[in-house]
């Protein structure tokens, strides 16, 4: 099967989409044909979504003769000359368009409920974001299919841990992964917060902020960590979570939405909202640290990239059929 992939989004950014796709093009078992609109920054955001989506990229899957086109985000053609489909990892934009930037709010208000419904099938990265497409989007629930996210090897307790005592975060600074919240919790808590990830939007900085970092050194943080302080305010799923449990360490993350999804009970669940319940729910991962760490070895074990493959390779041959 001969399938065209976008990965422009590589350009973009670095956190849990890119990851996603580049443990597609590792696995997945058919013809890859890679499409790009390439440049990173402002400017190359608003030609590529303004003209390459929407006219670049259906050219380009004509001429390469695809049986199907893969858009690895909801920004995509809004008509496709071949079976398009499109992974949606959230709908945040939608949910809270004021932690985002004007031109995504535009685009995705205008374009994304477009995307959706020229997609002959649509992935959700969890039940969570399933549940969202069909109450903000109307998508019929037989064209979604749910497919969970994996983890990646280098993510497990073996391995090197970074020294210090201190709580983790990570996450791109951006308003919705409240982060001014997490530092207070930690303060509260008397733990030193370390924040790795991308430099975001939104003007959110945070004392202890280490940058974009290779995945040896995020695994090293993680094995590190009394435990994961993850109290976003939404979340299509929350790769973070899989990964610190993958690595024997305690989450505290979000009660509701995916996160409480992805965890399974492995985690100690607070409200986002609260500072105060974020400390107390470090608190309580420190005094359950073994149970946790067991907790989590065991609800990773239903997650895998190559499952994640080989289900997405069925939705292809659905989409071609």
């Given at each position: 099967m001969r399938v065209g992939l976008?990965?422009?989004p590589l350009d973009q950014t670095r956190a849990g989409t890119a990851r996603y796709l580049a443990q597609l093009e590792g696995l997945v078992d058919v013809e890859l044909v890679r499409l790009a609109f390439r440049?990173?920054?402002?400017?190359?955001?608003?030609?590529?979504d303004a003209l390459w989506y929407p006219l670049g990229l259906p050219r380009r899957a004509r001429r390469s003769r695809l049986e199907v086109l893969h858009c690895p985000t909801f920004r995509g053609p809004l008509s496709s000359p071949v079976p398009l489909v499109v992974t949606v990892h959230d709908l945040a934009v939608l949910r809270h368009p004021e932690t985002f930037n004007l031109w995504t709010r535009r685009y995705s208000r205008l374009c994304v409920?477009?995307?959706?419904?020229?997609?002959?099938?649509?992935?959700?990265?969890?039940?969570f974001t399933k549940g969202e497409l069909i109450a903000l989007l109307s998508v019929p629930e037989p064209k979604i299919r749910v497919i969970p996210n994996g983890i990646a090897p280098v993510f497990s307790p073996d391995g090197p841990a970074a020294a210090g005592v201190y709580v983790l975060a990570v996450a791109t600074l951006e308003p919705?992964?409240?982060?001014?919240?997490?530092?207070?919790?930690?303060r509260i808590a008397g733990l030193e917060?370390?924040?790795a990830g991308e430099r975001g939007w939104?003007?959110?900085?945070v004392d202890g902020w280490v940058g974009r970092i290779s995945d040896d050194e995020l695994a090293a943080l993680y094995r590190g960590a009394r435990c994961l302080v993850y109290p976003s305010l939404y979340e299509g799923f929350g790769l973070p979570v899989?990964?610190?449990?993958?690595?024997?360490?305690?989450?505290?993350?979000?009660?509701?939405?995916?996160?409480?999804?992805?965890?399974?009970?492995?985690?100690?669940?607070?409200?986002?909202?609260?500072?105060?319940?974020?400390?107390?729910g470090i608190a309580e991962a420190e005094?359950?640290?073994?149970?946790?760490?067991?907790?989590?070895?065991?609800?990773v074990q239903a997650f895998g990239w190559e499952r994640a493959a080989r289900e997405t390779v069925e939705v292809y041959r659905e989409a071609a059929a």
């Open positions: 976008d990965v422009s440049g990173r920054g402002r400017a190359a955001t608003v030609v590529r409920p477009r995307v959706v419904q020229a997609a002959r099938k649509v992935i959700a990265v969890s039940e919705r992964k409240n982060l001014e919240r997490a530092r207070e919790a930690a917060l370390r924040v939104g003007g959110v900085g899989l990964e610190s449990m993958a690595c024997g360490t305690p989450v505290v993350t979000s009660l509701g939405g995916a996160t409480e999804e992805v965890a399974g009970g492995a985690a100690v669940l607070v409200d986002p909202r609260d500072s105060s319940s974020i400390a107390a005094s359950r640290r073994d149970e946790l760490r067991r907790l989590g070895l065991a609800r």
